[in-house]
């Protein structure tokens, strides 16, 4: 027994969903200092390059309304993309709550989502990313690297 095709355009024929088109906006360099909220996320494009993804918490420290104290603004919230060997590095060695420095290119991507809806990201895709030593010692491995 065989299942009956539905031809394309009758109202039982399931859609595909419409191609996702991103438009990206470069938005020039810039840093990003905080703690990490959670573990890097480590993932592997379909061509096996490595991506780790870094959600990054900073909380500035702010004057109160008396002009003589300190207390804590808002907290800022940030992602960042971290590319090929320094992916991996980050997802080995980072963990939630470590503090880190981060420079990289700042995008801006808007899409539409599956119910039509524009959606916008601000992401930072990491040129260099390194532990703080603000308030801990860190150690530094000191790798040989292979001539290419």
């Known amino acids: 027994m065989s299942t009956p095709i539905t031809p394309p355009g009758h109202p039982d024929a399931q859609q595909p969903a419409p191609p996702r088109t991103d438009k990206v906006t470069e938005l020039g360099q810039g840093h990003v200092f905080g703690n990490l909220c959670d573990d890097p996320e480590l993932r ?3 061509q096996g ?4 993804r870094l959600r990054v918490a900073y909380t500035p420290r702010v004057k109160a309304d008396d002009g003589k104290s300190w207390r ?9 993309n971290v590319w090929r060997n320094q992916a991996e590095r ?4 980072l963990r939630r709550g470590d503090r880190v420095v981060i420079a990289g290119a700042w995008t801006q991507r808007t899409w539409t989502d599956r119910e039509q809806n524009e959606r916008v990201s601000v992401e930072l895709t ?5 532990a703080s030593m603000l308030f801990r010692s860190v150690a530094i491995d000191r790798e040989t690297q292979e001539s290419n």
């Open 126 to 130: 990491a040129q260099d990313v390194g």
């Open 49 to 52: 390059t490595a991506v780790t």
């Open 72 to 80: 804590d603004g808002p907290t800022e919230f940030y992602n960042v």
């Open 90 to 93: 980050c997802a080995e060695h």
């Open 44 to 46: 592997f494009t379909p």
